[in-house]
């Protein structure tokens, strides 16, 4: 009911071929860009005592990292509007690379928090969003799966990122690590150049035949073809010489879709997600603590981080699948209102986990919790939005949640002083991921519902024989190609009026 | 927890061990030492204490009995006593604290014989200010049947005469006044099995850091030893030359070497303008009333070449790859476009052929009707 239409995009996703290349780079791209300020904690002690300031200091180049990375986004959007996924995200490999280097040779912490907090931090912003953009540009039909196996970049590169910042720790020191992890993080224009540009490949087709000089009818048979199966490409054209006549919102409008804040799916998602950051990451960051706080050893307590990400890495590709699956695609936004409260109830049930088996309970029920969310949050978005608007909406989301992410631990971490208990936190993060689980599942049933309405005006309209009748045969004849693409059409054909639904909803609102 | 500030009259209560022993009903014991086995730990409060010494110590003795925890909190060797089993009578350690105007503080370490004679059991007891120390060697109230003729108390291989006997323990008094007075006191207790026990006095041991720190030339590095426990009076950093350990005088040098030493408990070595004569082992070393102690800290200085090596490494990996990708869209792309190509060739051809096609039938069409 709530699906992509092709014609929003303006061409057929391959979702395959290529697109798995472009998953794998996608996964790399993520997982640099979630676990790099996580990561990067080990150097805190050592960089204490060199430039002798207190933790709280020191803690702020990760808090500046994250704030930039997800405040980074909108900018992120308005780049690849502009220029595509690939130039981005390799633009902004090169700048974490710069950033790395630059800090190896800093003198100072100011000199630390721009190097390593905002050049690193932006270089990560600018890979996360076209990332995550570009699933949606090369999937449709297995976009969940695609979505899964790239959000798992991130627990794998949680493993592997860590040990490997130890042992450069211990080889090189400092300096010499922030070195190497610049050029490792370079690795992000690897995962850039897969990322080939989609939908522009027509466009090159087209002037390689006039480049060829065939005949008239011949050019007129391609472009006409192209045009049906790629609308957007004509207005496109047309945009350019009638630039000057727009006025400057609609200008504003085509680098950062701000129309998006009439649509009700996204509103829903933005208040819903804002809400459930409060108390998402809280319980990461404060889990080893209360381990210790409880009486367990320091590699006890490390061992439950380890437990939750290996779960969490098996987690989101397998959510992936079943949220690709018949039963659960057209309702996703069930499935990931279900996930969020089933995270906050880990949350409100882990104060009477006693003991280390009671906790290591949590942490894999947490780790699947944890997992089953991250692997639906940019899906539901392009399933509420579509994968054309998708860009901007992604930008706006996180520099929306980015207030939220980053008030989250402290609050937290101020109820623990307060109250010197811990079981506070997690009651709040609890109360709060239940409370935003409830909130999205009430307002996608909503939802849903007007987006039924809305398919039932818009049939009894078809029904009507009038001039729709010309745009209705151009879609029956993306219906029959759609057909012949094969028996995984099978989930989607009951929603094929859901299309013109979107369709009618993402243009009314 | 009454602290060790100055000298003061505390008594420290028995630290009851047991000998390696087959007693059936083993308590897992956890002791700094490794030699230590299972055995049976009886309380053993022995009642010969209050007749052997001369201080006036019964009030603290029942003091202690209670302050089980706090005893443990005190005592340096506390945390390695078990943890009692079904044998209530077991206890582990006791301390007792109590202020008295004279100086020193009062500690009481007894060993508990039972059973089978084995191996030496060995104690290490920690001393960071001086103070009255007895150390007792008795026998579990268990074993009765065990006679003793002989006992001897040694330090090193120095016998001690003044041994205080009660009913089942053996016991001498000692005054820890500086470091000559540390060392390893034996009681070898002889009867038909030779039963040994071993206690260590020492200072508090600092503790280095296994992993030599990294930094490289013209850096700044900053080298950190905690006391944790303890409060040193102060701290002294020495580097190796050669053999020899040389001190390190900050304000002579203080362009190159700076020390913290501020908390009492923590100290800082700062060194500048890292050159690759300053590679090597350093001592930070705490001194304490009773003597001192160091701990070994290595610095490695390294040039900017080593990083560089991997750095220029994996760069070298990234562009070979971002090449490789990029050829192969290159290369696929040009097989596309000679597919498309052929494509639209036999698409013309085939136009072409309908056309003429279409010209006939619609004139046959036309024929017909």
Known sequence: ?509 | MPGFSGERFVRLLLLSLCLPGGSPADLPMTTQDASQTQGNLLTQMPTGLNESSPEPMMTTRVVNRQTRESVSDHSPVGHSVSTPGPDLTTQDFKQAVEEKASNFTDLVYEVLVSGVSGTPVEKNITLDSPAKVELSCSLANKYPHLKIVQVAWKKGNETIKHINKTENSWSIQLIVTDENELGSYSCTLKGEEEFKAVFHLQVPKIEGKEKPIISYEGDTVVMICKSSNYTPITWTWYLTNGSEQIAINDSLLSDKYVIDRVPANTTHLKILKLTKKDDGAYWCEAVFKLGKSKGKLKLKVLTFLVPLKPFLAILAEVIILVAIVFLYEVYSKKKEKHAEYEKEFEQVEQLKSEESNGVESSSTRHRKV
């Open chain 1, 1 to 509: 009911m709530s699906h992509q239409v092709p014609s929003d995009l303006g061409y057929v996703p391959p979702d395959g071929g290529w697109g798995w290349a472009v998953v794998f780079g996608a996964s790399i791209s993520v997982g640099f860009a979630y676990t790099f300020p996580k990561a990067f904690t080990i150097y805190f002690k050592e960089l204490q005592a060199v430039y002798s300031i207190s933790y709280s200091q020191i803690a702020w180049i990760t808090s500046i990292m994250c704030a930039t990375t997800y405040g980074g986004g909108p900018i992120s959007s308005i780049l690849v509007n502009r220029y595509g996924s690939r130039p981005v995200v390799m633009f902004g490999g090169l700048l974490c690379g710069i950033g790395m280097v630059s800090a190896a040779f800093c003198t100072s912490i100011l000199q630390l928090y721009i190097c390593v907090g905002f050049i690193t931090g932006f270089g990560l912003a600018l890979n996360l969003q076209p990332s995550v953009i570009i699933i949606g540009k090369y999937f449709l039909k297995r976009r969940p799966i695609a979505n899964g196996l790239a959000m798992a970049g991130s627990p794998v590169m949680l493993c592997t990122l860590a040990p490997l910042n130890q042992f450069l720790f211990d080889n090189f020191g400092w300096r010499g690590s922030f070195l190497i992890l610049g050029a490792i993080l370079l690795n992000c224009c690897v995962a850039g150049a897969l990322f080939r540009p989609i939908g522009a490949a027509k466009r090159s087709v087209k002037n390689q035949t006039t480049e060829k000089g065939k005949e008239a009818p011949k050019e007129e048979v391609t472009r006409m073809s192209m045009e049906m199966s790629n609308p957007t490409y004509a207005p496109a054209e047309t945009r350019t010489e009638e630039e000057e006549e727009k006025d400057c919102c609609e200008k504003i409008n085509q680098y950062l879709d701000f129309s998006l804040f009439k649509h009700r799916g996204f509103l829903i998602y933005l208040i819903g997600n804002v809400l459930m950051f409060l108390g998402f990451f809280a319980p990461i960051v404060f889990l080893a603590p209360y381990a210790k706080h409880i009486g367990i050893d320091e590699y006890s307590a490390a061992f439950l981080l380890s437990i939750l990400a290996i779960v969490d890495m098996i987690a989101r590709p397998t959510t992936g699948i079943i949220a690709n699956s018949k039963w659960v695609r057209p309702k996703i936004q069930y499935f990931f209102s279900f996930s969020i409260a089933f995270n906050g109830t880990c949350h409100l049930l882990c104060p009477l986990a006693s003991g280390y088996t009671g906790l290591v309970v949590y942490s894999i029920f947490f780790g699947l919790a944890f997992g089953m969310v991250c692997a639906m949050l940019f899906e539901t978005l392009m399933d509420l939005v579509g994968a054309a608007r998708f860009t901007s909406a992604v930008g706006l989301v996180t520099i929306a949640e980015c207030c939220t992410i980053l008030l989250g631990p402290p609050i937290g971490g101020t109820l623990i002083d307060t109250f010197g208990d811990y079981k506070y936190m997690f009651i709040k993060c609890g109360a709060v991921m239940v409370l935003a689980g409830t909130f999205l599942f009430i307002m996608n049933y909503y939802n849903y519902r007007m987006l039924a309405k809305e398919e039932k005006e818009r049939k009894a309209k078809e029904e009507d024989p009038k001039i729709v009748r010309t745009e209705n045969e151009g879609r029956s004849n993306w219906k029959k190609e759609t057909l012949q693409d094969g028996p995984e059409l099978e989930p989607l054909r009951d929603e094929r009026e859901g299309l013109k639904t979107e369709v009618n909803g993402t243009n009314e609102v």
